[in-house]
């Protein structure tokens, strides 16, 4: 069947539908006093159906025209110039991708929840599709008739995806009233996560100050009695928030411990049988994706507190010490888990996601790194040409950012600056460094890896910024180094903080032989280090990367050697008690010799730079 009838048979249908529906609207409208007739007013799905056309799939043909004109064009260029043409077309196609997702964000667009359209996630999904055509096309070997015939493979499949949504978009019953759980707009979503966070952390907590509030746990009147039976209802009631759940709850003995992790479980297990049937219910492979993702982020979490469990319960009840340590330790990265899943869900939940207009440029610079990492990806392209397509358009990128920041800045002199305007303001002033550093990388650098770590690393400082901005938490403030010590100094002490750790570590489960528990106990050493490691590179990231050079070894010495240590110590043939306190400390001695050398060279740089300030003072005290 022709193409064209079957589109022109579609858009009749659907103006037939849209006039019939039109006139119930109307009909309504008159039994209601008028009232009725607001369904009308927004109309989301034809615009974007329109969009698709028009600056989409128009332009796909129009490529795809191109492509079959290029056989009349004479010269020896004619692929090379085939290429670059199509390169530029594409790169429009995407633009326009791009600048309606921008729009969707800044809520530019209008969005009609009832009628479920989804934009952005598919317009995402389409600009995927694009790139990949767009890497294909910078590729050196594009210019052959073999790619190019696969480019056009690839247009047509692309075409016919615009036109399956499309018609998707048509299909879409009027005023589909399909909500989100999280349309709430009270974080509801959330509360679980909360208050497993709330009591795991109160564990910690308890157990690491000696259990000094343990005696007032068990009721010994009426009035600690009913206390008691109030700690315990806010676990099985719907709020949950309750009571001891807040953090502050008093303190168990440590015999009682496993106590509250059954709980924390048993609530896990009740959301889990919640979630099932929308598992199941749903048709929609987004929701479906959220609510996997949940059951596995439950799942992980309830089998960490299981293994806690287990632990407790083959520990004497009188030795308290080792009750608490066991609970110290082994829920340190529950807890991380847990704190890390409440802010995501927190930053996505309410009416509108994220309501945060510094968030707005985070997800355009999210967007830009995406690219970026996608281009650097591409293996078969020169290194060099790599970084030269970065650097031009991130240049263009600094350059918008920076006419932004000025217009803001004028409406601070003004004294018209709002604080929506602010939150931009501080984005830019925060991110400013860092993307320049990223571009005095790809003009330095030979390959590509340093490059691309630098993206790397840029998106988890935006992705940390994003959490923050959007849950509503106070934002650091940017580091100056006028403030305060030198970076060689601040990186000195910090190395000094993970080499006592590895101390701990060498000291309490590698220097004496140990069974199974020691190496256990050395692998959870391993994680806090890591931990440590993390945390200090999202601070350095959050300064404004003022000192770059220890970003650089975090990330290329000391993350590589403790991994392989965590690899070793993981490896489940490995007969701890079998081996000698050389092999066991290898690896770890390795690491802490390497620390050790780095933060001599730390000190002989401050010496240098302290004893150098001396004489400079010395010599402007001096008579002339």
Do not use: H
Not at 109 to 121: G, L, R, S
Not at 171 to 196: I, R, Y
Not at 452 to 465: C, R
Not at 576 to 584: A, G, I, N, S
């Amino acid at each position: 069947m022709n193409p064209r009838l079957v589109w022109l048979v579609c858009v009749c249908v659907g103006l037939v539908v849209a006039q019939d529906d039109g006139s119930t609207d109307d009909g309504g409208s008159a039994d209601d006093g008028g009232d009725g007739g607001s369904g009308d007013e927004c109309e989301e799905s034809w615009e974007y159906i329109d969009f698709l056309r028009k600056d989409v799939n128009e332009k796909v043909q129009e490529i795809l025209e191109g492509l079959r004109d290029a056989k009349n064009k004479g010269g020896v260029a004619v692929l090379e110039d085939t290429v670059s043409s199509t390169m530029k077309q594409v790169l429009e196609i995407r633009e326009g991708i791009l600048d309606r997702i921008f729009k969707l964000r800044k809520s530019e667009i209008t969005i009609c929840e009832d009628q479920n359209i989804k934009q952005e996630e598919n317009l995402t999904n389409l600009r995927m599709d694009i790139m990949s055509i767009l890497l294909k096309l910078i590729d050196r070997d594009s210019a052959s008739i073999e790619k190019l015939k696969e480019i056009r493979d690839d247009l047509l499949e692309f075409r016919m995806t615009v036109n399956n949504e499309v018609m998707r978009v048509m299909m879409l019953p009027q005023g589909n009233k399909a909500q989100k759980k999280v349309d709430t707009g009270d974080c509801a979503e959330c509360e679980l996560l909360d208050n497993l966070r709330s009591k795991i952390e109160n564990l910690i907590n308890c157990a690491e100050n000696d259990g000094d509030q343990a005696r007032s746990y068990f009721p010994g009147d009426d009035e600690e009695g009913s206390n008691a039976e109030a700690s315990t209802e806010p676990a099985a009631g719907e709020g949950g928030a309750e009571g001891g759940d807040d953090g502050s709850a008093e303190c168990m003995p440590p015999p009682m411990y496993f106590m509250e992790l059954m709980e924390c479980n048993r609530k896990i297990d009740d959301e889990t049988e919640r979630l099932f049937p929308s598992l199941f219910a749903t048709v929609d492979e987004v929701e479906r994706k959220e609510i996997e993702d949940q059951l596995n982020s439950l799942k992980s979490i309830r089998e960490e507190i299981e293994e806690v469990i287990t632990k407790l319960s083959k520990t004497k009840p009188d030795d308290e010490e080792k009750l608490r340590k066991t609970v110290s330790r082994s829920l340190s990265n529950t807890l991380s888990t847990l704190q890390s899943l409440e802010k995501e869900c927190k930053q996505n939940c309410g009416p509108e996601g994220c309501d945060s207009c510094g968030a707005e440029i985070l997800y355009e610079m999210l967007d830009k790194m995406d690219y970026y990492e996608q281009i650097y990806n591409n293996t078969e392209a020169e290194p060099v040409d790599l970084n030269d397509e970065v650097r031009r358009d991130l240049m263009k990128f600094i350059s918008a950012n920076s006419e932004e920041s000025t217009n803001i800045l004028k409406k601070k002199v003004e004294g018209t600056l709002d604080d929506c305007d602010q939150e931009k303001l501080d984005v830019f002033n925060k991110t400013k460094n860092p993307l320049w550093m990223l571009v005095n990388t790809t003009i330095f650098a030979e390959a590509t890896e340093e490059p691309l770590f630098m993206v790397q690393a840029m998106k988890e400082m935006l992705n940390q910024l994003l959490s923050e901005y959007c849950a509503g938490e106070p934002v650091p403030e940017r580091k100056n180094l006028d403030d305060g010590p030198s970076c060689q100094w601040e990186e000195y002490e910090q190395t000094g903080e993970y080499i006592n750790k590895i101390d701990e570590i060498i000291q309490e489960s590698l220097f004496k032989p140990g069974g199974d528990s020691a190496k256990l106990d050395a692998q959870l050493g391993f994680i806090e280090i890591k931990k440590l490691l993390d945390k200090r590179v999202e601070k350095l990231f959050l300064d404004g990367m003022v000192c770059p050079d220890e970003a650089t070894t975090i990330k290329k010495q000391w993350m590589i050697e403790l991994n392989r240590c965590m690899v070793i110590f993981m490896n489940s043939k490995l007969k701890f008690t079998e081996m000698t306190r050389l092999e066991r400390i290898q690896c770890t001695k390795s690491l802490r010799a390497a620390m050790e050398l780095r933060r001599s060279d730390l000190l002989q740089q401050e010496l240098e730079s302290s004893i150098n300030q001396i004489g400079d003072e010395g010599s402007a005290s001096e008579p002339q």
